[in-house]
């Protein structure tokens, strides 16, 4: 009897779960068929106006067409694996930079108050007006945009570890130092662990940053990258390459959005 | 481990926070006996806790010293470790993750820690909750894995700051009769400090009211009790009220 009951109890809780599953996807489906609805829209009225006619092919249809020669020829995936790695080493080194900015902000009160107006005004600065110092500054354009990318993504890294670190427990390194912590064992057993999770939302943070900063910074003078294959699609007037090239920075954003959320999620201890 | 505690010295120890400021307890001495059980009670402000802050190094003092078997407390040690009234354990570890922290900071090898950590969580009845994350423990079980975290130092001392007064009066009980039990068997000094006159009967072998401003001691009592103790029984009942009324009059002396 009581086995029966458990095996009910568990397929209730099973039951419950895939129509959870379903709702989800459906409601997402729903979102994305609205969306798909005004984009046939939008192609359609360009379609219909003479002066905007030559612009039709944004409208879905003729993008999706486009897709199979943008994907056979490698232009998509060699255009993602070159701003893949402007981003990727960008994001590094906001990464590498910002983490210790704000554990300074957060361990000094000396540096916090020397640093906060000159690194709020710096922040509110548009990353992508750098663009000419970093022409000069850089030996190659790449650099020049992984500077770009760098500028634009520290500053969520920096602020969102500063904000961990303000949330931390004082009496924890109390404890961690009665216990005969050095400073090392306090950086990697108490503050790195303990600030994962507002590190991991900060990185989150800046890689949204970074990738609506990296197709207008590709815009420079290179010849590879999603923003480049726009550029390029813009002037030769092939309107279909330029919507699938949105296309896919959008899938790729959301995806990498999605492995951030499922980190965030790995390294949240957080329980409310 | 065949212990039997350390001599605790403590020499016209003073505190102030700062140069200008008022000072929180004034030339205090103190001694307690190898394995002693020796309970601080006081009202708040009189500066029983920063007392015991100095005595596990995390505060210096203005004036004075503070010697165990003649070697001066300077800065903190998990040879004498301290227990605060929150149990601050680390929320991303597990139990045992918790109370192995100490052992890692000092560099002992994994099989060494897991086999302390074994021992000492059953010493604290925590076994099944081992791999548990302590945010899912209740406040007496977090308390008992911060005393684990503690007594799997093999401290010489170990330092109580009213660590019972947010449980429940069944948690308290049974956590007071097991922290004495445990630091007699393993021949630990405890110091406790607490507002509790009970709990000083329950727990002490030798009770000091610190009372004024700056903070001073005022009066020694010998808690000369059986091991085992309960709230009822006629001896504690005796030196409850002895206590009460000396605490009474101590308190009242100073104003």
């Known amino acids: 009897m009581a086995a029966e009951i458990g095996t009910a109890q568990r397929s209730s809780v099973a039951v419950d779960l895939i129509v959870m599953v379903l709702r989800r996807v459906l409601f997402s489906a729903v979102g994305l068929g609205i969306l798909f609805a005004l984009w046939w829209f939008g192609g359609w009225l360009l379609e219909s106006n003479p002066a905007t006619m030559s612009f039709a092919d944004f409208g879905p249809f003729p993008t999706i067409d486009a897709v199979p020669y943008m994907v056979q020829s490698g232009t998509l995936l060699d255009a993602s694996l070159a701003s893949g790695y402007r981003l990727g080493i960008g994001l590094l080194l906001a990464i590498a930079t910002g983490i210790p900015i704000g554990i300074l902000m957060g361990r000094s009160n000396v540096f916090r108050k020397l640093s906060n107006t000159p690194f709020q005004f710096l922040r509110m600065v548009s990353p992508l007006s750098w663009e000419p110092i970093a022409v000069i500054a850089m030996p190659t354009w790449d650099q020049a945009i992984i500077f770009l990318i760098s500028m634009a993504a520290v500053w969520p890294v920096a602020f969102a570890t500063a904000a961990g670190l303000a949330k931390l427990d004082r009496a924890w390194f109390k404890v961690a130092r009665n216990l005969g912590a050095s400073w090392w064992d306090i950086l990697k057993e108490i503050i790195l662990p303990a600030i994962a999770f507002d590190v991991m939302t900060g990185i989150r943070l800046a890689l949204g940053v970074a990738w609506i900063v990296i197709v207008p910074a590709e815009f420079l003078g290179i010849t590879s990258g999603l923003g480049y294959t726009i550029q390029d699609s813009r002037e030769n007037l092939m309107y279909a390459d330029l919507a699938v090239t949105i296309l896919a920075i959008g899938i790729i954003g959301f995806l990498m959005d999605g492995i951030c959320q499922a980190l965030i999620k790995r390294f949240s201890w957080h329980r409310n | ?255």
């Open chain 2, 1 to 255: 481990m065949d212990r039997s505690g350390v001599q605790i010295s403590v020499q016209d120890l003073t505190h102030s926070y700062s140069s200008r400021g008022p000072v929180t307890f004034d030339k205090v001495n103190l001694e307690s006996k190898p394995g002693e059980v020796l309970a601080i009670i006081g009202r708040s402000g009189c500066g029983k806790s920063t007392l015991l802050h100095i005595m596990a190094g995390l505060l210096a003092p203005t004036a004075g010293s503070i010697r165990l078997n003649n070697v001066e407390v300077k800065e903190p040690s998990p040879k004498w470790v301290m227990m605060f009234q929150a149990p601050h354990l680390f929320p991303w570890m597990q139990v045992s993750q918790n109370v192995g922290i100490g052992l890692k900071f000092a560099n002992f090898a994994e099989d060494k820690i897991r086999e302390r950590v074994e021992k000492t969580i059953k010493l604290v009845d925590l076994e099944e909750y081992a791999e548990s994350n302590v945010q899912d423990l209740s406040g007496g079980q977090q308390q008992r894995v911060a005393l684990a975290r503690s007594l799997v130092m093999e401290p010489e001392m170990l330092l109580l700051d009213e660590p019972f007064s947010a449980l429940d009066a069944f948690t308290r009980a049974s956590l007071q009769k097991d922290v004495r039990s445990i630091a007699k068997s393993m021949g630990i000094n405890l110091v406790i400090v607490t507002h509790s006159i009970d709990e000083a009967v329950l727990m002490a072998d030798r009770a000091v009211i610190m009372a004024g401003s700056p903070g001073k001691i005022k009066e020694e009592i010998m808690v000369e009790l059986p091991e085992e103790r309960t709230a009822q029984d006629p001896e504690v009942q005796k030196i409850r009220g002895h206590l009460m009324e000396t605490f009474r009059q101590a308190s009242t002396a100073t104003h």
